[in-house]
């Protein structure tokens, strides 16, 4: 791939050969970029015409017609930098897309969480005593935010349909997904309790299962218009098996997977699930488990143990097996 190149530029506007009261136009009134930029030879062609149309404004003009000039000066030169601002936004999403596609071909981790922590330290030190610290940080969070989208676009084009048990991690893992990819997050649970007005319990009690199991139903038909999202299911949902037929009309389905103990560790102080609020024991948990392990693994494109691992490392092996498996459909 062939990009322009990038140098750092120490205020190349304001050489020494530039006279003193022109330099001092320029700073005034032509929005000037200040060390760093994005060299290319459009960005050459920009600074050429600020600085003609610099002279030619400040030179022979006077009263409200050179007024009226410098304003358009400044909107030129604010359109001017919003090209570059372009130019480099566009080289540095197919940037994003690249590293992804180098990661894969050489088996480096996908999400490096630490290479956001390192950004964000460079830019707080750039900044520091800057102007604006606070509108360019929002700028930069919004770049890094649209990177990550970009990524889980080039990544999945589909849906991500997480199931398992009660207390497998379904919750945790697509906020973890939502972090690192800025994927949009279809909590069912939530979703169907906030339309109902009502928590999940009331509703068991108030309409019944069958009322409940309606609502994902619909809930996940409604989620095939969306791409790119992870839908984080109810532990029953793949009990229904036209559930799992419209899970995967545009979705994969990853299977999450824990020991009892690990289910219970993780379950005890909730108090948001009927089915076992009062039975939380190792037994009943896996009594419950083993009635539906069938339905989840036949559901599963793909099944990922959670016992004893970070999130991190439970993501970084979602991706790769969601992967390896796209690569065997193309
Ligand atoms: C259920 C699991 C719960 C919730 C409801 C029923 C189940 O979701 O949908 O209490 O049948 O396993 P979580 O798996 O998110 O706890």
């Not at 359109?79 to 071909?105: F, H, P, S, T």
């Not at 676009?153 to 398992?164: A, D, E, P, S």
């Not at 392990?293 to 494109?301: C, I």
């Amino acid at each position: 791939m062939d990009y322009p190149k990038i140098k750092i530029y120490q205020n190349p506007w304001i050489s020494e050969k530039i006279p003193w009261a022109f330099r001092t136009f320029v700073q005034i009134f032509v929005v000037i970029p200040e060390d760093n930029c994005y060299n290319n030879r459009k960005c050459q062609k920009i600074r050429q015409k600020y600085r003609k149309r610099a002279v030619r404004t400040s030179t022979h003009k006077s009263g409200k017609d050179k007024n009226m000039n410098q304003l358009e000066v400044l909107r030129e030169s604010l359109g001017q930098c919003d090209e570059i601002i372009l130019d480099a936004l566009l080289m540095r999403n197919r940037i994003v897309e690249d590293i992804m596609v180098y990661k894969e071909a050489n088996n480096v981790p996908i999400l490096q969480p630490e290479q956001e922590a390192k950004q964000k330290e460079w830019l707080e030190r750039r900044m520091q005593e800057k102007r604006h610290k606070n509108e360019v940080a929002d700028v930069f969070e919004s770049i890094t935010r649209n990177s990550k989208k970009i990524q889980a676009r080039k990544l999945f084009n589909y849906n991500i349909v997480l199931i398992g048990f009660m207390g497998a991690g379904k919750s945790t893992i697509s906020d973890y997904l939502k972090t690192v990819f800025a994927m949009d997050i279809i909590e069912m649970d939530q979703i169907i309790a906030e339309r109902a007005g009502m928590s999940i319990s009331d509703i068991f009690e108030t309409y019944g299962e069958q009322y409940f199991r309606d609502c994902e139903t619909n809930l996940l038909i409604e989620m095939q218009s969306r791409t790119n999202v992870v839908i984080s299911c109810g532990g029953g949902t793949p009990m229904r098996e036209c559930n799992v037929v419209e899970m995967k009309k545009n979705g994969r389905v990853v299977l999450l997977t824990a020991k009892p103990e690990t289910i219970l560790d993780r379950v005890k102080d909730s108090h948001d699930r009927p089915l076992i609020e009062n039975n939380k024991t190792v037994p009943f948990i896996a009594d419950l488990m083993s009635k539906r392990r069938e339905k989840y693994e036949a559901a599963a494109d793909i099944i990922i143990e959670t016992d004893g691992k970070s999130e991190l490392e439970i993501c970084e092996e979602l991706i790769h097996s969601l992967r390896q498996m796209d690569a065997k459909a193309e």
